[in-house]
């Protein structure tokens, strides 16, 4: 797929270069904390355990931009159905392999939909774009997902994650028109983002 222009990417941990290339037959989603079954899934059983989906959503960056694709994986909820988090236990850290991390509540993620992404417009996600797997956001600013995403892990407590750490308190998406970068044209969020109904 092009798009009319260029899409932006922030990728925090690899200020002015590009991203390695994790070695794809070594990687494993440790996904751990306060869970009754810690697990270390290669891609491959990570795709044998879950069902896999496809979404096409837009993300929002606090930036002022959006894009839509058609986004392939599986559902957060999926997967914490499999480990099982400590009921007492509400928010997810995601920290990527490189060391970006943020910390989400478990009741948002499932009620937004949110995902574990591998593909991109049916393509594996390019390095820059958060091979092999990140966690997507959908219906908050993206820097709640994490590109390149390395550990899941159920935690009691919240903490501000890296990009939180710039200064960009809130993740709510703002009711102003930003630039569908796949669209070259201003949109406005639709209100279900914008939490309106
Ligand atoms: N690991 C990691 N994930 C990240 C970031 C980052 O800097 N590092 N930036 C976030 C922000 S602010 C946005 S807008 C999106 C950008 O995704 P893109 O590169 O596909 O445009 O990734 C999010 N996930
Ligand atoms: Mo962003």
Same mark, same amino acid.
């Given at each position: ?9 922030? &990728? ?8 390695? *290339? ?6 494993? #989603?440790?996904? /751990? +904390? %306060? ?55 509400? &928010? ?8 970006? *991390? ?6 948002? #993620?499932?009620? /937004? +939909? %949110? ?83």
């Amino acid at each position: 797929m092009t798009y009319p222009r260029k899409i932006p990417t922030f &990728f925090w941990e690899f200020p002015g270069h590009t991203p390695p *290339e994790f070695d794809l037959a070594a990687y494993r #989603l440790n996904v /751990g +904390g %306060a869970v009754q079954h810690p697990m270390e899934l290669t891609l491959q059983e990570l795709h044998e355990l879950l069902p896999r989906i496809t979404a096409k959503r837009r993300f929002f960056c606090v930036n002022g931009w959006s894009l839509e694709a058609e986004w392939g994986g599986y559902r957060v909820s999926d997967l914490l159905d499999m480990v099982r988090p400590t009921p007492t236990a509400e &928010f997810l850290r995601a920290t990527s392999l490189g060391g970006y *991390e943020d910390t989400s509540p478990i009741a948002g #993620l499932i009620d /937004g +939909g %949110a995902m574990l992404v591998t593909h991109m417009d049916g393509d594996p996600l390019p390095p820059k774009r958060g091979r092999p797997m990140r966690l997507m956001v959908f219906d908050r600013y993206q820097f709640k997902g994490v590109k390149a995403l390395g550990t899941l892990e159920v935690v009691q407590e919240y903490r501000a994650g890296t990009w939180q750490k710039y200064g960009y308190h809130d993740a709510s998406i703002q009711p102003y028109p930003h630039l569908a970068i796949d669209k070259n044209e201003d949109l406005m969020p639709p209100a279900e983002v914008l939490g309106i109904s």
